[in-house]
């Protein structure tokens, strides 16, 4: 039986409707779960959808449109292997016409039976060249998908890498902007430190830096611990 897709100008509509929110979504999980339930209502007899991206140094399901992907993507994760992950690590896209018959994934499609799962599609989210995560559906009838749902969920899936690249990208940011604050910190520390060695001392800047850097060697503490010791010495004799 022919794979029944909704019209173009519905497509087009569901696109739209993705592409036009996800630019006034204020968060990256929220334009995620817009793309899943999108990705849903546009791909024929989807039971769920989600996508399945790292946290730290494991894989987790975020956006899940139905407690089904859950299910599923956890038994992916436990055996380490399955449609999603293989479509994330071969940079293309993975489909199970019938979870009955197949046998590239036998554990995990013995562990799913009991979910009612069928029919998967998954394919990764790539950016560049880099394959940052999965979007995945799962139906509860055989061959529920076909060429033109694959089509349609690799653009689900670049929208999606496009936020999990902006998370990454933002998380980034903001970790060189904590490093660049604690630099500044220090600096300023100890310069302070490095002052009142010059003016309690009559030190000359190198020498007075240079003490500050033998006194943290010695006690094996940070250089900013050490100028932070002073400061508070200084302050309470001034007391």
């Known amino acids: ?24 979504t204020e ?26 991206v790292s ?45 009955r018959q197949e046998e590239r994934w036998p554990q995990w499609c013995r562990a799913v039976r ?7 599609l998954s394919t990764a989210l790539v950016a560049g060249d880099t394959a940052v995560g999965a979007i995945k559906v799962y139906s509860t009838v055989p061959r529920a998908y076909g060429g033109g749902s ?22 980034e940011a903001q970790r060189l902007s904590d490093e660049l604050r604690a630099a500044v910190r220090t600096r ?5 430190a490095r002052g009142i060695l010059m003016e ?10 240079a003490l500050l850097i033998a006194l943290a060697r010695r006690e094996r503490r940070d250089l900013e611990d050490v100028a932070l010791g002073l400061l508070r010495s200084t302050a309470r004799r001034q007391r």
């Open 27 to 52: 968060t990256v999980h929220n334009g995620l779960r817009l793309v899943t339930s999108v990705a849903a209502e546009a791909l024929p007899r989807t039971a769920g959808a989600g996508v399945t």
């Open 1 to 24: 039986m022919p794979e029944s897709l909704p019209l173009g100008e519905e497509l087009a509509r569901a696109y739209a409707r993705a592409s036009g929110l996800l630019l006034t």
């Open 114 to 120: 009991d979910t009612d799962v069928r029919s998967v």
């Open 188 to 192: 300023d520390v100890v310069a302070t």
């Open 55 to 99: 946290d730290g140094d494991a894989v987790t399901t975020v956006a899940a449109t139905d407690p089904l992907v859950l299910r599923a993507d956890e038994a992916q994760y436990r055996s380490g292997d399955g449609p999603c992950l293989t479509a994330w690590e071969v940079h293309g896209t993975v489909r199970i016409d019938d979870v």
């Open 150 to 171: 694959e089509h349609l969920l690799r653009m689900f899936a670049a929208q999606a890498a496009t936020l999990v690249m902006h998370a990454r990208t933002g998380e």
């Open 200 to 209: 309690r001392d009559h030190l000359g800047e190198a020498d007075a830096l």
